[in-house]
């Protein structure tokens, strides 16, 4: 075997441009393969920790009444459990609300939660630092639509626990920018105790607790515990589809590299026909000169796994580094990142380098097949065949 | 000349086939791929111009500051007249009208009260003049999980959510209950002609789909529109056309200070898409860049093989007193033939493939058995002019350059060397 | 002079005992109610809401019988006619001729606005009586377009009132408010209502024009115009039922 390789590398280094060809084109899917899933893996990665970080947590235990989809659910779908706090659990009330910028009213969903948590990256803390009597925290989508600025003040109206109206004044603290449209868009954050204040409810009575640490389950009645998994489930999906429709793009790729060794291949046999004549004449196995030539083939896939590591390496460290800038697009409640960073693991590049190879010798190989059938005393004499 | 040529080419099918059919594949491949590229990597431009942006968007200026709110009451009006002037100002682009409302759908129990009620996610649109293209635009018809369109009035898609938690069939009543623009209340029973899934969960669990005509009436919109999207020819957003556009529309109210005057706003200067268009842009171009050369690699390669291949057949020619330059013009002649014929077929095929790939897409649906999300799970091809061309870069030009690099052996060698490719 | 001064208090006193006293804040309340309410009544009106861009005029005529019950028909323009109302204590039914379906309206639907006017339709369910909710207390006299009025302070005293407090400026003369606002319970002016045009009706005072205005938005409000009005005519039963909705 290793006389085949040492024949596969001289011949293909003195085929020069030709190899160099095949090389680059079966390097350039290598290169892409690589880079794509890397930015699908980065974007799945980062997707799945914004949410978490921004509206997840680490798992969320839901009123049985509350359904995130139907904005209608929010005036019942609320409870309390004992002591929330014990177990980890950070309490989030929703309740609704309007403003009125301009004198046009605006419905929004309040969103009460702890100034002192930990649990989620909103910048509640900022609430506590706010010398206004009422400060509130909106996203920037929420800051654009409704045409509010950092330290506007807008008068805001909503119902307490007996439907009772009552109204105030509040200011905006602070914008936050979060790529999460879902805690933004329509939203207003405030302090939770001044939620429960104002609409007349008790301490930790809430739509939704998050959890701080991980857990597979939790078992209170009239509520449900979602786990961080099934909550990020959908993240996983969409990265999961991509990657099909990348896999298309790149298997043709791939494709229009392999069908360039595959002419190659079946050229050499053609041209080589004494070469292997010779072979067998001194009395390698056909099997064998069938090895020779699919090595040969292969070799094309060693030296592009080569290439396009060396040359992919550069290219690979500099978006990992910077990133990928993504503008910013609103796709229903999706994170959204402005900057991906492809993220690229041993498993891929080992993946990425067996397919080709595999798939290099697979097509090298069904033109060497010939080989086993020809005549080796017309071989020998160069007679077409 | 050429008749010669051509007759050898079809005549010895070792020095045609093989080259032609590489061709034919390489060239296709590149054009569905771009096709593919184009489509999946502009699908999320796309499916904002299609759902919400068109490539271009008025709305009266009121609206426009409020329509997060989808504000019908501050709707543009005069939309009869408004339509006459774009088209005969904007000959090429399409304007269709669109009304999004909010309000309820009440399910009746058959008897006297309601079996349920959710909100109301509505979208109006021309469904019954096929000529508008909103079928198409809004994927509607493949969206459509039971049932059809609607087609007469008083017929209404609904979320298939909203359609199973409520229990709906087709054929059934269903009530929506809002505001008109003028603030009215206003109801009206629609028959339930199918259900329909968008993949996104606020909309599949309360849309209501009506033909424009309908929601017209419903919402006291009669000459009103919500919004007026306009499409380019080409179906292709294209910022340079589309600036203009939008720049001599608002020049023209630009002295007008009624707060309902129409507003024109391009794509890009929507739902934040502009840096991600630049993306999309560079992207598509860099992968079908990198396509076409990968390609070009490969069909010169073929070139080059093709040359060598007919190394024995140019000793003979060589030998029989034909000079060296007519054999490497003939060869090349030869690959000029070959790249066309192999690039026509190629493009054919392609073209074919990628409309293909447009009209029906590859459902990655089945892929994906696990997936809790609803989404499309289709993955669309787009057909773009440069598909025409694209693929006789590498299909003729590289194909002719590998002959080319080839044939110079012929001046390299000697006639006795390439003669004695001949020996038996 | 220390007699005279002795007389003088005494006097004073006696006198002030001798005074009509003003009647007291339920007292005033009251005679509203019986001012205002009758066994039946049946009011044909206008209302004219001030949208952004235009005015609409809805007429319509209504029976109410009680204080629970109601019964409205609207009758211009086109949009609104055929749509009828029926309340009967806690519940309230839309039947639209357009659909031909009744609709009852329950939570979220009752905040909605009564045909696009400043007016919710939970507004209209509010039958409790005033005194029933709220607290009241006379805060001060004073004059509403040269009518000697009460201003009358009230307060909620159970927890489920919409709005917390209310101010009520009650003709002294008649016992007609004049103007009414709606508070939240941070104090906030909610709704304003301002009643003119007051007429007799058969032997009661009842003010012919009233301005709705939810203070929060911008706009001119709605206005309702009472265009004729009997009161205490027979109606019969089957107005107030649900089956004549469809009729």
């Known amino acids: 075997m290793r006389l085949a390789f040492k024949l596969a590398f001289r011949n293909l280094i003195g085929a020069g441009l030709r190899t160099w060809l095949n090389v680059i084109v079966l390097a350039f899917a290598f290169i892409l393969i690589v880079f794509y899933h890397g930015l699908n893996s980065g974007w799945n990665e980062q997707a799945k920790r914004e949410t978490v970080e921004w509206e997840v947590g680490q798992g969320q235990l839901r009123n049985n009444g509350y359904d995130p989809y139907d904005p209608f659910t929010i005036a019942d779908g609320h409870g309390r459990i004992d002591n929330p706090q014990a177990q980890g659990l950070e309490p989030v009330l929703i309740r609704q609300g309007s403003i009125y910028p301009d004198g046009r009213m605006f419905s929004t969903f309040l969103r009460g939660m702890d100034p002192n948590q930990k649990v989620l990256k909103v910048p509640v803390h900022l609430l506590k630092d706010s010398k206004a009597d009422f400060p509130v925290l909106i996203g920037k989508r929420m800051a654009e639509s409704a045409h509010l600025k950092q330290g506007d003040e807008v008068l805001m109206r909503w119902r307490d626990k007996h439907g009772t109206y009552d109204a105030t004044t509040i200011t905006v603290a602070g914008i936050f920018d979060s790529n999460l449209p879902s805690i933004d868009a329509g939203q207003i954050w405030m302090d939770i105790h001044k939620l429960w204040e104002i609409t007349g409810m008790p301490e930790n009575e809430a739509t939704f607790y998050i959890s701080a640490t991980a857990k597979e389950n939790m078992d209170v009645e009239g509520w449900t515990y979602y786990n961080q998994a099934s909550l990020v489930q959908y993240i996983d999906d969409l990265a999961e589809m991509d990657k099909i429709g990348a896999m298309i793009m790149y298997g043709l790729l791939l494709a229009i590299a392999l069908l360039a060794i595959f002419d190659t291949q079946v050229l050499s046999i053609f041209r080589r026909q004494k070469e292997i004549g010779t072979y067998i004449a001194l009395g390698l196995t056909r099997a064998r000169v069938v090895a020779i030539f699919t090595v040969e083939g292969s070799m094309y896939s060693i030296f592009a796994s080569v290439v396009g590591m060396v040359a992919g390496y550069p290219l690979f460290a500099y978006f990992a580094k910077t990133g990928i800038g993504m503008g910013e697009t609103p796709a229903n409640g999706i994170a959204t990142l402005q900057r991906i960073y492809p993220v690229y693991g041993v498993g891929l590049i080992v993946s990425t380098t067996a397919l080709v190879i595999i798939s290099a010798t697979i097509v090298s190989f069904l033109p060497s097949k010939k080989i086993a059938r020809m005549n080796p005393v017309d071989a020998l004499k160069g007679k077409l065949q | ?424 | 002079m220390k007699k005279t001064a002795l007389f003088t208090i005494i006097g004073l006193i006696a006198m002030s005992f001798m005074l009509p006293t003003g009647p007291s804040a339920s007292q005033i309340i009251q005679k509203v109610d019986d001012n205002m309410s009758s066994d039946t009544r049946i009011t044909e009106s206008q209302m004219i809401i001030h949208g952004r861009r235009n005015s609409r005029t809805i007429t319509s005529i209504g029976y109410s019988r009680g204080k629970y019950d109601n019964f409205t028909e609207y009758l211009a323009p086109e949009r609104e006619k055929g749509t009828k109302m029926l309340k009967l204590k806690d519940y309230l039914w839309i039947y639209s001729p357009s659909s031909d379906r009744t609709i009852q309206l329950s939570g979220h639907m009752l905040r909605q606005s009564v045909m696009g006017s400043d007016l919710s339709y939970e507004d209209m369910m509010e039958d409790r009586k005033l005194l029933d909710i709220y607290n009241a207390e006379i805060e001060g006299e004073e004059e509403v377009d040269g009518k000697k009025v009460w201003r009358l302070a009230l307060t909620a005293k159970v927890d489920d009132a919409t709005y917390h407090s209310r101010k009520l400026w009650v003709e002294q003369e008649r016992f007609v408010p004049l103007k009414e606002d709606l508070f939240a319970k941070s104090g906030q002016l909610l709704k304003r209502t301002v009643m003119s045009d007051i007429k007799k009706v058969d032997g009661k005072w009842y003010p012919h024009k009233m301005n709705y205005k939810d203070m929060l938005k911008d706009g001119q409000g709605t206005d309702f115009v009472v265009t004729k009005m009997q009161i205490n005519v027979p109606i019969a039963d089957e107005v107030f039922n649900k089956s004549n909705l469809k009729k």
Do not use: C
């Not at chain 2, 171009?285 to 990968?294: H, M, N, P, S």
């Open chain 2, 1 to 424: 000349m050429i008749k010669f040529l051509l007759k050898g080419i079809l005549g010895d099918k070792n020095r045609s086939v093989l080259p032609i059919i590489i061709i034919t594949i390489g060239v296709s491949l590149t054009i569905i791929l771009s096709g593919y590229m184009r489509g999946v990597m502009g699908d999320m431009i796309d499916q904002n111009a299609r759902f919400d942006t068109g490539h271009m968007k008025i709305m009266s200026r009121a609206y426009a500051e409020n329509k997060a709110q989808l504000p019908n009451d501050l709707a543009l009006l005069g939309v009869a007249q408004l339509k006459e002037e774009l088209k005969s100002d904007y000959p090429e682009i399409k304007w269709v009208d669109r009304i999004k409302f909010g309000g309820l759908i009440d399910v009746p129990d058959g008897e006297n009260a309601s079996k349920g009620q959710g909100p109301a996610a509505g979208m109006a649109m021309d469904i019954f003049n096929p000529e508008s293209g909103e079928d198409a635009r809004m994927n509607l018809t493949s969206s459509i999980v039971k049932g059809r369109l609607p087609s007469k009035p008083r017929e209404a898609l609904v979320g298939s959510d909203f359609a199973e938690k409520l229990n709906i069939k087709i054929g059934d009543e269903v009530t929506y209950m809002g505001t008109t623009m003028n603030g009215s209340m206003t109801f009206e029973n629609f028959i339930v002609s199918g259900t329909i899934r968008f993949g996104m969960p606020a909309m599949d669990k309360g849309a209501i789909v009506i033909d424009i005509s309908d929601a017209r009436q419903l919402l006291d919109m009669e000459d009103a529109v919500g919004e007026m999207l306009g499409y380019l020819p080409g179906g292709v957003y294209d910022d340079e056309e589309v600036a203009p556009i939008v720049k001599s529309f608002n020049a023209r109210y630009a002295n007008d200070t009624d707060e309902y005057a129409p507003e024109m706003v391009a794509l890009r200067d929507q739902n934040g898409l502009s840096s991600y268009l630049d993306m999309v842009d560079y992207f598509a171009a860099l992968f079908v860049a990198i396509f076409v050369f990968a390609m070009s690699m490969v069909l010169w390669n073929t070139g080059l093989l093709g040359g060598l291949r007919r190394y024995q057949e140019f000793g003979i020619r060589l030998a029989l007193g034909e000079p060296k330059g007519h054999i490497y013009r003939t060869l090349i002649y030869e690959a000029i033939l070959i790249g066309i014929i192999g690039s026509i077929i190629g493009t054919a095929i392609g073209l074919v493939g990628v409309y293909l790939l447009q009209k029906y897409g590859i459902n990655i649906g089945d892929l994906m058995k696990d997936s809790s999300m609803m989404m499309p799970t289709v993955l669309r091809g787009k057909f773009t002019p440069e598909l025409l061309y694209i693929g006789f870069i590498p299909g003729l030009f590289a194909m002719v350059l590998g002959n080319m690099l080839s044939g110079i052996g012929i001046y390299k060698r000697s006639t006795a060397s390439l003669f004695k490719e001949l020996e038996v």
